[in-house]
């Protein structure tokens, strides 16, 4: 870890999605940000492993969703199961509006 001098016009301490998005936010205004986080990488459990609707349609309004959906991923359009012979669809996702 450095011990260097940091000059900037805002820090934020922890690079989770709050400290990610106000980041990219105020970057985007034009104000010089550093984004302090205490792990090397993003592959953690709790960043999640899912995209929410919600996520993606601030995403879009961003314009950040085109590129974004660029990156390998798997759409599920159902989610189900099967208990001993029954089998169920428990929830139909290409409804959703995002």
Same mark, same amino acid.
């Given at each position: 870890?450095?011990?260097?001098?940091?000059?900037?016009?805002?820090? /934020?301490?922890?690079?989770?999605?709050?400290?990610?998005? %106000?980041?990219?936010?105020?970057?985007?205004?034009?104000?010089?940000?550093?984004?302090?986080? =205490?792990?090397?990488? #993003?592959?953690?459990? @709790?960043?999640?492993?899912?995209?929410?609707?919600?996520?993606?349609?601030?995403?879009?309004?961003?314009?950040?969703?085109?590129? #974004?959906? =660029?990156?390998?991923?798997?759409?599920?359009?159902? %989610?189900?199961? %099967? /208990?001993?012979? @029954?089998? @169920?669809?428990?929830?139909? @996702?290409?409804?959703?509006?995002?």
């Amino acid at each position: 870890m450095s011990t260097a001098a940091l000059e900037t016009a805002c820090r /934020i301490v922890g690079g989770g999605p709050t400290g990610m998005m %106000v980041g990219y936010l105020l970057t985007r205004a034009g104000v010089e940000v550093t984004v302090l986080e =205490k792990h090397s990488d #993003f592959s953690r459990d @709790f960043r999640g492993d899912t995209v929410h609707p919600s996520t993606l349609e601030l995403m879009y309004e961003l314009s950040l969703l085109e590129d #974004f959906l =660029k990156i390998p991923h798997q759409q599920p359009t159902s %989610v189900g199961g %099967v /208990i001993g012979n @029954f089998a @169920f669809k428990a929830a139909d @996702f290409r409804h959703v509006p995002t």
